[in-house]
T-cell receptor, first 114, second 114 residues
Framework: GEKVEQHESTLSVREGDSAVINCTYT??????FPWYKQEAGKSLHFVID?????DRKQSQRLTVLLDKKAKRFSLHITATQPEDSAIYFC?????????????FGQGTKLSIKP | GPKVLQIPSHQIIDMGQMVTLNCDPV?????FYWYKQILGQQMEFLVN????????KSKLFKDQFSVERPDGSYFTLKIQPTALEDSAVYFC????????????FGPGTRLLVL
């Protein structure tokens, strides 16, 4: 079945710098790739997503890049702020997204240093 | 953003007992999901549910698990009987129909089986 790997388990950047979190997936048919943020003890909060018909999507300080050939997607956060500190999970939907199943990566704990 | 509610937030029960986890999904959503997260690990898909039926379930969705949404009330996950390995945080999510729609997650129910 689909596997999603998140390469960095932890990432520390200085406030104001950029952060990049990388994920790879195995199912070529995957077509939907959301990102979620989880603060300590809280639920997953939807951040941004990208669908396989585009290779880039931007929302304010967040950009998602999708490389279907390499089966890789990444989250770029610019001008990081302390409130960006959290665990970020990438996910992919294998095959027919109408079924709704999301396969999650292991999470990357992002720390923003002052 | 849209809010998914879960009741209770915490539950402690003895192994072998039955437990019901309740989810109040976003009001106009029609797809419902349960995910399981063991402490420090990634979120894992359990089951999704649409139009009164289970659409897909993972191997984690054991025979002791069942889901239902009677008469548009809570979407529930019942575990009967519980086992020690069922200890985890269970997250409910919901989404609009039609595929490729964002899943919104509830705050989770922390289940401890003793």
């Amino acid at each position: 079945g689909e596997k999603v790997e998140q390469h960095e388990s932890t990432l520390s950047v200085r406030e104001g710098d950029s952060a990049v979190i990388n994920c790879t997936y195995t199912d070529t048919a995957s077509s939907y790739f959301p990102w979620y943020k989880q603060e300590a003890g809280k639920s997953l909060h939807f951040v941004i997503d990208i669908r396989s018909n585009v290779d880039r999507k931007q929302s304010q300080r967040l950009t998602v890049l999708l490389d279907k050939k390499a089966k890789r997607f990444s989250l770029h956060i610019t001008a990081t702020q302390p409130e960006d500190s959290a665990i970020y999970f990438c996910a992919a939907s294998p095959q027919n997204y109408n079924q709704g199943k999301l396969i999650f990566g292991q999470g990357t704990k992002l720390s923003i240093k002052p | 953003g849209p809010k998914v509610l879960q009741i209770p937030s915490h539950q402690i029960i003895d192994m072998g007992q039955m437990v019901t986890l309740n989810c109040d999904p976003v009001s106009n959503h029609l797809y419902f999901y349960w995910y399981k997260q063991i402490l420090g690990q990634q979120m894992e898909f359990l089951v999704n549910f649409y139009n009164g039926k289970v659409m897909e379930k993972s191997k984690l969705f054991k025979d002791q698990f069942s889901v239902e949404r009677p008469d548009g009330s809570y979407f529930t996950l019942k575990i009967q009987p519980t086992a020690l390995e069922d200890s985890a945080v269970y997250f409910c999510a919901s989404s609009l129909p039609g595929g490729k729609d964002t899943q919104y997650f509830g705050p989770g129910t922390r289940l401890l089986v003793l």
